[in-house]
């Protein structure tokens, strides 16, 4: 697909990371963030699960997470845009003691870099017919649970979130043998059509890319196998 013209953002974008699960520690991820003002980025896109588990609340606060949170806020410092796209392994973070680390936290988000159009999306809710894992989805980030993680025993609400990782495993559909095809390609149809090129999406932790008709759809590989930033414009 041709672009329409060399214009938009320089854009870096990282998908599933997964730090202090298969992604390992910290320190490398932090090494590339600090070279991107210097590569000329003004935007990154975090596309979800960049950490095994990220919850909102102090009280689930590791020096990883501290580490990265203040790496952002000095990418924000120097200039850079940074948006948070909520993944399955992400909780409450919109209202969060991080929420100033970004200028929006949300499930998706567009940009345009040489001169085309980018919708970016986690891509774990768009499998309409996969109800076990849209109710887990819906349960898992609610109010109830969100007090709870709040309010019992510390010990108990690590517990909870342990346990929670666990059965993702056993909900979500990436965990199956084969790519959700079909569903992947309705919805990129449908999204398309709103005016976007290309369909961007991270979770399925490989690396593809799928014509339509009215655009394409591509799958960011997995940071934490590739280790790679990608770069658009």
Do not use: C
């Amino acid at each position: 697909m041709a672009p329409r013209a060399a214009s938009g953002e320089r854009v870096a974008v990282i998908a599933d990371s997964h730090l202090g699960g298969p992604g390992g520690p910290i320190e490398p991820m932090l090494d590339q963030l600090a070279q991107l003002p210097a590569e000329g980025v003004e935007r990154l896109i975090l596309l979800g699960d960049i950490f095994q588990a990220w919850v909102g609340l102090p009280r689930f606060e590791t020096p990883e997470i501290a580490r990265f949170v203040a790496a952002l806020r000095e990418l924000r410092r120097q200039g850079l845009r940074i948006d948070y796209i909520e993944g399955n392994r992400d909780f409450f973070l919109s209202k969060s003691p991080y929420r100033d680390a970004f200028d929006s936290i949300g499930l998706e988000t567009s940009f345009e870099a040489g001169g085309v159009r980018y919708l970016a999306v986690h891509g774990d809710g768009l499998n309409d017919s996969d109800w076990q894992y849209r109710t887990w989805r819906r349960l898992s980030k609610s109010l109830p649970v969100e007090l709870a993680l709040r309010t019992l025993p510390r010990r108990l609400a690590h517990r909870m979130v342990t346990s929670t990782d666990r059965r993702l495993a056993n909900t979500n559909f990436k965990h199956r043998a084969a790519l959700p095809e079909a569903a992947i390609r309705a919805f990129a149809q449908r999204r398309l059509a709103e005016g976007h090129d290309v369909l961007l999406l991270g979770h399925f932790h490989e690396e593809k890319t799928w014509p339509l008709e009215n655009g394409e759809v591509r799958l960011l590989e997995a940071w934490f196998k590739s280790r790679r930033v990608e770069r658009f414009g």
